[in-house]
């Protein structure tokens, strides 16, 4: 793992000032509740779609107890044109019952428990761990996958694989923030196919691996 990891997360924090993830654009951080729901709303849908049908659902509920006063189709119209509509609508009440007769309406602040939750992986769990809870936890998407992966950080085929390397390699200090910066770095400038190396602002830590065609 480079020494200059703190060089370049502060670059990307200057770089990315600014910005936003679309859980932050709905007001959700330091609630467990309304950031695990809009987290599985995300899942497979557009930030800006996430955030316009967030808006739509918290207005009609912010809470376990007043999500189960909605019917499942009031859901589905509020949250659609998210991917897999019908399937999360199912999953938001089934998720609030459980809060509700297990968790004291309570978000759980633990990773294991929160796995319990059906329609809730890894992400997401950390997610409501580091935006909800403010506790460290390094929630790992394709962007975080792929961009640790090309600066050399981790050697690792899977997301998860990549959350638990980064777990033993990365200061803890910068877990909460890597998600949200890669994930930013991801979309502007470190793509998929034919990353912006020319004009990425960490170029000189990245070790390129994988990297056979860039602009």
Not at 18 to 45: E, N, Q
Not at 50 to 69: D, G, H, I, V
Request: net charge positive; hydrophobic share 35%.
């Amino acid at each position: 793992m480079p020494t200059n990891i703190e060089k370049f997360v502060q670059v990307l924090k200057v770089r990315y000032q600014d910005k936003t993830s679309a859980l932050m654009d709905v007001s959700t951080r330091k609630d467990p509740f309304l950031t695990l729901i809009s987290c599985l709303l995300s899942l497979r849908t557009k930030d800006e779609v996430t955030t316009r049908a967030s808006e739509r659902l918290f207005a009609l509920a912010k809470n376990p107890e007043e999500m189960l006063n909605l019917k499942k189709e009031e859901i589905e119209a509020a949250i659609y044109p998210v991917g897999f509509y019908k399937r999360k609508a199912e999953q938001i009440l089934g998720i609030c019952r459980v809060l509700v007769e297990r968790y004291d309406s309570k978000v759980p602040d633990r990773i294991d428990e929160l796995l319990n939750l059906k329609g809730v992986g890894r992400k997401t769990a950390n997610i409501v761990i580091t935006m909800g809870y403010n506790k460290p936890g390094i929630a790992v998407d394709t962007h975080v996958h792929r961009i640790s992966n090309r600066l050399g950080l981790v050697s690792t085929k899977s997301p998860n694989q990549t959350e638990f390397a980064l777990r033993k390699t990365l200061p803890k200090q910068y877990w909460i923030v890597f998600n949200d910066l890669l994930v930013m770095h991801g979309k502007a400038v470190c793509t998929p196919i034919s990353p912006k190396c020319s004009i990425c602002p960490i170029t000189e830590y990245c070790k390129r691996v994988g990297i056979t065609r860039f602009r």
